[in-house]
């Protein structure tokens, strides 16, 4: 089994465009199972079709709730809050929006009428596409511990690439550098990053390909719309190669990507400039998989 983690510094530079096309292009020779490691913002499915198989809660961290019954109301648990969620009074009540779950007020409660409840902060996926099974999933709004459910999300997939035999992994990651990033990339076997020609563009670049130097996680890069900007591209060129990072393709500017999207479909099940240097990404992407 090898692991393809496809990720970027930052959004909108084609990441899920690319991951849909080497998706399609991978399930011609291989046995795939996909990710969608973006869990603030899953869209890989758009070009996939899934269909959904199962469908799961995910619990995140912890709010305090009060048994107004046994509560004294002496106003413990407000002194003690520093995220002024707890309202005092005769009746005291906790406001779940503003509870960070520090659990401060459980603690220092005299009557015990405090528990910690774990909160349902979003939900994950199973799903079937034509290309091979899809795990993803949704964090709700204003909810954290995304990296814990990027994690999740990727050892389902990984589990279930393991029980199939499947010979790839193929995870669409979420964008940044943050925690949701790290453990996406966590047992990659590589990391492609996809980047643009623009000033934001090259220097997040830098930025993903520290984080991954950091993780000893084995890195190339992918210019997409290369065409826009020729200078930024030859400053990202010049960049990959100082660091002895490969590039492994230039993508140029194609309306047909577009036209693709709106279809909800891979732009490699059609012809064009963009379809076939996918097509070349897609052939040394794997001899990088296999000498790996």
Known sequence: MK?????????GTGKTTVAAALAHLAAQTHSVVLADADVDAAN???????????MHDFTGGKVAEIDPVVCSACGRCAEVCRFDAVRAGTVTTVD??????CAACYYECPVEAITMTPQRAGQWFVADTRYGP?????????QENSGKLVTLVKQMARLRTLDDQAELLLVDGPPGI?????????????????????????HDLVRILGVAAHFQARAAVLLNKTDLNPAQAETIAATCAERD??????????????????????VTMGDGAVAAALREVWAVLQAHLQNG
Do not use: N, W
């Open 3 to 11: 692991q393809l983690v496809i990720l970027s510094g930052k959004g």
């Open 44 to 54: 890989l499915g758009l070009m996939l079709a899934p269909v959904t198989q199962e």
């Open 96 to 101: 779940p929006l503003a509870c960070e779950g």
């Open 134 to 142: 899809l795990y993803h999933a949704h964090l709700f709004a204003g």
């Open 178 to 202: 943050g925690c949701p990033v790290i453990a996406a990339l966590a047992g990659a076997d590589l990391v492609l990053i996809v980047t643009e020609p623009t000033i934001s563009g090259a």
């Open 245 to 266: 990072i490969p590039l492994v393709g230039t993508l140029p500017y194609d309306p047909a990507v577009t036209e693709s999207m709106v279809r909800g479909e891979p």
